[in-house]
């Protein structure tokens, strides 16, 4: 099993609709990550968690929103999703700082 | 604000030669530093890592440079494979405030060709 899963792995939904995308991890590690990947540009931060009461907003966090249920599951929702929100999305996961974050497999997210 | 970029969004090489990925960076706050590699369809994949208290390490077919002078990272991939085709990105962790948190660049698609 992966270390760090993502559910769902694709998923299309329509403008409006409220959205959540799912992860989990198994490697004990504090702190969590939200990605979102678009092509041509690198992954840019939505949301960190460094802790289950710890809620950090990224670069790009308006239109999005995170809850950190307990230290193995981190869960980003998109309230009234929109088409510039389609994008791939990635979880991550870091034991503490200056340590490699290990990712999930994505979640493609369609908006039509 | 303070970003990672990269100078080349697309390199081709001939399987067997060495392959270089160039990555700037403007946060001197910087403390550590991480390639990534990642292949269609999949989540990034750690290869190397580099502490700011180091100009080089070396890892298997791999080696990162980092000078702190100009700001400037780069991976060295020796004798390149068809299966090192892949996008790479360089990732910094801002210290101080920011408290370990991952930054990435733009990404560079490398192509090897057999």
């Known amino acids: 099993d992966a270390d760090v899963t993502q559910t769902p792995r694709n998923r299309i939904t329509k403008t409006g609709k409220r959205i959540m995308l799912e992860c989990s991890q198994t490697?004990?590690?504090?702190?969590m990550y939200w990605y979102r990947q678009d092509p041509g540009l690198g992954l840019r931060l939505i949301y960190y968690?460094?802790?289950?009461?710890?809620?950090n907003k990224g670069e790009i966090s308006d239109g999005y929103s995170v809850s950190r249920q307990a230290q193995a599951k981190f869960s980003l929702s998109l309230e009234s999703a929109i088409p510039n929100q389609t994008a791939l999305y990635f979880c991550a996961t870091s034991s503490r700082p200056g340590t490699e974050a290990f990712f999930g497999q994505g979640t493609r997210l369609t908006v039509v | 604000g303070e970003n990672v970029g990269l100078h080349l969004p697309t390199l081709s090489v001939q399987e067997g030669d060495n392959s270089i990925i160039n990555c700037a960076y403007s946060?001197?706050?910087?403390?550590?530093f991480i390639w990534y590699k990642q292949e269609s369809g999949k989540g990034p994949q750690f290869i190397i890592d580099i502490r700011s208290n180091m100009d080089k390490r070396q890892g298997q077919r791999v080696t990162v440079l980092l000078n702190k002078t100009v700001k400037h990272l780069s991976l060295q991939i020796a004798a390149t494979q068809p299966g090192d085709s892949a996008v790479y990105f360089c990732a910094e962790n801002t210290g101080g405030t920011s408290y370990g948190k991952l930054t990435f660049g733009q990404g560079t698609i490398l192509t090897v060709h057999p």
């Open positions: 968690s460094f802790d289950v009461k710890d809620i």
């Open positions: 946060n001197s706050a910087s403390d550590y």
């Open positions: 490697k004990g590690h504090d702190r």
